[in-house]
């Protein structure tokens, strides 16, 4: 899949863009501030429904507007499909696809993008929010459904957060409160899927993430992926209610004393069965009921999960360097890329690099050039030309104060 035409009404700092784009690589080139990164994030935008800077919506509509469109002409074999989101200041957003309505949660099914920018470091430095995210993103790429079962537990979680501060406002105790258990229910089902649908997207990122890796960095630091599951006794969030938090690095046992971690290559529930997540589910939230009522929060399920990256079989947060650091962070969206090019009907997602060359020495410039030369549509920004190899600018269009001047 590529994208062939964008365009752009009253997003960021673009009243009109009308931007053509071309198969194989394509170069945006503008000083810092000029309106560079404003294209690639409507695209990103389109296949997530997320911002890579801001997570408010709102902040991408331009100044004074009461809306943003973003357009986007995707050619897919002989398919042409047009998309297009209205992200509004007031109400609810809109979708279009081909111009008739759809879901704006649909969008996914239509256009897949893997974006890296320089605040994906933040995926090995940052906080557990960040990572869930990136899992989750991927996971409605890989199958939007998915989308659907987030949403839905999100709302649950709400409810039953907004159930135990009603009841600790009440001073009602957890015996006395039957209607926690109906939620409990639908929160084990839908956060049940969630995490083992994460841990089979951890397993599949693996293989992809250590080529991405050696590609990228010329080295083998041996990268790998530990799952934090905090239906299994991980206080990711620092609530140290939930006793301490027992060490990443060790698998899951089964039985007392059981580790926090599970190892992403095991079968598909925590106990080897279908049910095995469920029941763990069902168990930990047992656990921490009466803790749940004191805090009126829910305190175990995949929205307090993490997932720990791993270098020289030491954590990369807090032992890796600035540059292994960036290497894994980007490693890891190439790995993305790579399975949804192998395993979606789309074939190749779009793939974006944003600010990146910048970044590199002249050795993992090149390394990246050849790892990202395969795919069907790779789309660059830049703020000096010379950062980026000559082979990925072919086709190279400069930004100047939200305009695109040539092309």
Known sequence: ????????????????????????????????????????????????????????????????????????RLEHGQRSILAEVQINRVGANRAQINRSA?????????????????????????????RRRFLDQLLILRSPRLSGVLTDYDRVLKQRNTLLKSARARGVRGDALSTLDIWDERLVALGSEIIDERLELIRALLDPLRRA????AGDDHGPDLRPQLSILGADIDGDDELGPVMSPLRQVQGGPGQSNGHDPRA??????????TAERFRSALAAVRGKELDRAITLVGPHRDDLIFMLNALPAKGYASHGESWSFALALKLAAAEILRRETAAGDPVLILDDVFAELDQQRRSRLADAVTG???V??????LEDVPAALAAHTIHIRAGEVVDA
């Open 102 to 130: 759809i879901k704006p949660r649909e969008l996914p099914r239509y256009f897949s993008s893997v974006l890296f920018a320089p605040e994906d470091l933040a995926l090995v430095r940052g906080e557990p929010s960040g």
């Open 1 to 72: 899949m590529f994208v062939s035409h964008l365009s752009l009404s009253d997003f960021r700092n673009y009243a009109v863009a009308e931007v053509e784009l071309r198969p194989g690589a394509n170069l945006i080139v503008g000083r810092n501030g000029q309106g560079k990164t404003n294209l690639v994030e409507a695209l990103g935008y389109l296949s997530t429904l997320g911002s890579h800077r801001v997570s408010n919506d709102h902040a991408m509509i331009r100044a004074g507007q009461d809306a943003a469109i973003i357009r986007a």
């Open 375 to 377: 795919y069907e549509q």
């Open 267 to 276: 079968g598909d529930g925590l106990n080897g069965g279908s049910g095995g």
């Open 379 to 384: 789309l660059i920004t830049a703020a000096v």
């Open 213 to 216: 890796y050696h590609a990228v």
